[in-house]
């Protein structure tokens, strides 16, 4: 009996224990060996050879290289994310009316979601070739979007807006379908315009889902790394060294492992903050 | 007739924007059927249907391998992720045990880890373990996730709590009312969580490439990237492997569009 009951005690902690053992291993103890190696210097395989206290941390906010990435990335974010969200928008609105093969068209919007970076970086490394590719050929110009600093960022950004477009898309159409439709019937009745229609009625509705949207593109963008890697490797001179690529330079290009690891730091409290702003906005919905 | 205008309109922007959005992958497999003389000529459709291409380009790359690694690694850390999700989110919805709010928070709070602040410190955890180049490498770190977590607690929170109240006076134990009764009706839950998992695993780019470097243990998008860099002047091999490595991913997305789509919004923000 006594058997019985102290099963029924732990029984809760053994449904827990395999998720809580991959966390404790992959996420919680990586985690804080990121902030222990982040106060150290390393030889070139990782062990720890000094601690130099803040020392990373004084290095890097001086180093140019990771201020031009924070900038970069930051460019970066703002690019896409807006671009992102207001495509995903526009496709949302015009395949929610009542028109035939709407299915399809859906399907096509929703589809880029499945395509990797990598593949999507081969393609459009193709698109943007300066004497081959299509984008020069239909415009007529021999411009090299990938090795004209003043082009790269700009075309890295065409490729993941491309590839963010159907995860905006679903959750947008999501929010228009819940918008209760006897507003638009009334607004038909006041007589409002498409337009009218969409800045009165559609963008307060949905601005919930427009902010969760915001944050988690964000989240995303911060974080980006195939493209940049396979496209233009950080280049031309620094001109797509988003923060990501830097971290994975300073680690395993020049083996600073402490540098890299006070990187991560910095940006893991820059995704913490935007985390929690989610949090915040998340908490006023239903779980 | 002011009605009739609108609709045509509609109906323009629609395909005009599915076209824009279809065309990069149309043009992959285009350039994947061209001859080198199309591909200088510069256009859109190709002549023939030929698998030329195709056969280069698993010369060049062994795409097989790779296809049969991702598939590997793809299949285990989904089946990894349901497994650990499920059970931990039916202790946090059907069961009551001290410390489960905190513990749950605990779980929130790896939603704030993103994972590649943290790869580096894993990179150095597997190198320690010896374990560069193999699967298990690949897997672990990925088998298990907050998202799924969520995601399944959600399923379960949305069982009426009758059912689990039957079985308690029936005298049904936890893991047989777990194992029959409550993952058979959150099976469309596990479908979506499956799909969207197999495909966020089948895309990982730099994970596999930081913890192999033999070309018998690379998956498919990192093949995919050796490719372009061996070849950088005759693309359509290129082309013909994204399309090799595209055409599993375009499969499970359109088969499981439905739920995938459904199993996402759900737990998200009502707008």
Same mark, same amino acid.
């Given at each position: 009996?006594?058997?019985?009951?102290?099963?029924?005690?732990?029984?809760?902690?053994?449904?827990?224990?395999?998720?809580?053992?991959?966390?404790?291993?992959?996420?919680?103890?990586?985690?804080?060996?990121?902030?222990?190696?982040?106060?150290?210097?390393?030889?070139?395989?990782?062990?720890?050879?000094?601690?130099?206290?803040?020392?990373?941390?004084?290095?890097?906010?001086?180093?140019?290289?990771?201020?031009?990435?924070?900038?970069?990335?930051?460019?970066?974010?703002?690019?896409?994310?807006?671009?992102?969200?207001?495509?995903?928008?526009?496709?949302?609105?015009?395949?929610?009316?009542?028109?035939?093969?709407?299915?399809?068209?859906?399907?096509?919007?929703?589809?880029?979601?499945?395509?990797?970076?990598?593949?999507?970086?081969?393609?459009?490394?193709?698109?943007?070739?300066?004497?081959?590719?299509?984008?020069?050929?239909?415009?007529?110009?021999?411009?090299?979007?990938?090795?004209?600093?003043?082009?790269?960022?700009?075309?890295?950004?065409?490729?993941?807006?491309?590839?963010?477009?159907?995860?905006?898309?679903?959750?947008?159409?999501?929010?228009?379908?819940?918008?209760?439709?006897?507003?638009?019937?009334?607004?038909?009745?006041?007589?409002?315009?498409?337009?009218?229609?969409?800045?009165?009625?559609?963008?307060?509705?949905?601005?919930?889902?427009?902010?969760?949207?915001?944050?988690?593109?964000?989240?995303?963008?911060?974080?980006?790394?195939?493209?940049?890697?396979?496209?233009?490797?950080?280049?031309?001179?620094?001109?797509?060294?988003?923060?990501?690529?830097?971290?994975?330079?300073?680690?395993?290009?020049?083996?600073?492992?402490?540098?890299?690891?006070?990187?991560?730091?910095?940006?893991?409290?820059?995704?913490?903050?935007?985390?929690?702003?989610?949090?915040?906005?998340?908490?006023?919905?239903?779980? | 007739?002011?009605?009739?205008?609108?609709?045509?309109?509609?109906?323009?922007?629609?395909?005009?924007?599915?076209?824009?959005?279809?065309?990069?992958?149309?043009?992959?497999?285009?350039?994947?059927?061209?001859?080198?003389?199309?591909?200088?000529?510069?256009?859109?459709?190709?002549?023939?249907?030929?698998?030329?291409?195709?056969? +280069?380009?698993?010369?060049?790359?062994?795409?097989?391998?790779?296809?049969?690694?991702?598939?590997?690694?793809?299949?285990?850390?989904?089946?990894?992720?349901?497994?650990?999700?499920?059970?931990?989110?039916?202790?946090?919805?059907?069961?009551?045990?001290?410390?489960?709010?905190?513990?749950?928070?605990?779980?929130?709070?790896?939603?704030?880890?993103?994972?590649?602040?943290?790869?580096?410190?894993?990179?150095?955890?597997?190198?320690?373990?010896?374990?560069?180049?193999?699967?298990?490498?690949?897997?672990?770190?990925?088998?298990?996730?907050?998202?799924?977590?969520?995601?399944?607690?959600?399923?379960?929170?949305?069982?009426?709590?009758?059912? +689990?109240?039957?079985?308690?006076?029936?005298?049904?134990?936890?893991?047989?009312?777990?194992?029959?009764?409550?993952?058979?009706?959150? +099976?469309?839950?596990?479908?979506?969580?499956?799909?969207?998992?197999?495909?966020?695993?089948?895309?990982?780019?730099?994970?596999?490439?930081?913890?192999?470097?033999?070309?018998?243990?690379?998956?498919?998008?990192?093949?995919?990237?050796?490719?372009?860099?061996?070849?950088?002047?005759?693309?359509?091999?290129?082309?013909?492997?994204?399309?090799?490595?595209?055409?599993?991913?375009?499969?499970?997305?359109?088969?499981?569009?439905?739920?995938?789509?459904?199993?996402?919004?759900?737990?998200?923000? +009502?707008?």
């Amino acid at each position: 009996m006594k058997k019985k009951q102290f099963f029924r005690v732990i029984e809760p902690y053994l449904y827990l224990l395999p998720a809580m053992f991959f966390f404790s291993a992959f996420l919680f103890w990586p985690f804080l060996k990121t902030i222990w190696l982040s106060f150290a210097m390393t030889t070139p395989l990782g062990a720890v050879s000094s601690f130099v206290g803040l020392g990373n941390y004084l290095s890097i906010f001086t180093s140019q290289a990771f201020q031009n990435s924070l900038f970069v990335s930051f460019k970066y974010a703002v690019m896409t994310v807006t671009c992102s969200i207001v495509m995903g928008f526009i496709l949302a609105i015009i395949s929610n009316e009542d028109i035939k093969g709407k299915n399809l068209f859906r399907t096509f919007y929703a589809l880029p979601m499945a395509i990797s970076a990598a593949a999507a970086s081969v393609v459009f490394m193709f698109i943007f070739h300066s004497s081959l590719g299509i984008i020069n050929k239909v415009l007529g110009t021999h411009i090299g979007w990938l090795t004209d600093p003043k082009y790269a960022l700009n075309a890295v950004t065409i490729v993941t807006v491309w590839m963010n477009i159907g995860l905006n898309f679903i959750f947008l159409t999501a929010a228009l379908q819940s918008v209760p439709l006897d507003l638009y019937e009334c607004a038909a009745i006041e007589g409002a315009g498409f337009f009218a229609k969409h800045k009165h009625i559609t963008i307060p509705c949905i601005s919930p889902t427009l902010f969760f949207l915001l944050i988690i593109n964000v989240i995303n963008a911060l974080q980006a790394y195939a493209q940049v890697k396979l496209m233009t490797q950080g280049g031309p001179s620094g001109s797509t060294n988003v923060i990501v690529y830097q971290i994975y330079q300073e680690a395993f290009m020049n083996s600073r492992f402490g540098m890299a690891c006070a990187e991560s730091i910095v940006l893991f409290i820059i995704l913490m903050v935007l985390t929690l702003i989610q949090f915040r906005l998340e908490k006023k919905v239903t779980y | 007739m002011k009605n009739k205008m609108a609709k045509y309109l509609l109906y323009i922007l629609n395909i005009f924007f599915a076209v824009i959005i279809i065309s990069p992958v149309l043009y992959c497999f285009n350039v994947s059927m061209m001859t080198m003389k199309e591909v200088f000529s510069g256009g859109f459709w190709p002549k023939q249907l030929i698998p030329d291409n195709y056969i +280069k380009a698993l010369q060049l790359a062994p795409f097989f391998t790779f296809i049969k690694n991702s598939l590997i690694v793809s299949c285990t850390v989904t089946f990894g992720q349901i497994v650990t999700g499920a059970l931990a989110a039916y202790a946090f919805s059907m069961m009551k045990f001290r410390g489960r709010n905190a513990l749950f928070l605990l779980m929130l709070a790896t939603m704030m880890i993103p994972s590649q602040a943290i790869i580096i410190a894993n990179y150095l955890i597997i190198c320690d373990l010896g374990l560069k180049n193999t699967y298990t490498a690949l897997i672990l770190p990925n088998v298990a996730s907050a998202f799924a977590v969520f995601n399944m607690r959600q399923a379960f929170l949305q069982l009426p709590m009758e059912i +689990k109240e039957a079985a308690d006076i029936d005298g049904c134990g936890n893991f047989r009312f777990f194992c029959f009764i409550a993952l058979p009706l959150v +099976k469309p839950s596990m479908g979506a969580l499956g799909i969207y998992t197999f495909l966020q695993s089948w895309n990982h780019y730099l994970w596999p490439l930081l913890v192999t470097d033999s070309v018998n243990m690379r998956t498919v998008q990192i093949g995919l990237g050796m490719l372009q860099g061996a070849e950088s002047t005759d693309f359509r091999p290129v082309m013909a492997g994204s399309m090799i490595i595209l055409v599993p991913s375009i499969l499970a997305f359109i088969l499981g569009q439905k739920q995938l789509i459904s199993g996402l919004t759900s737990g998200s923000v +009502k707008g």
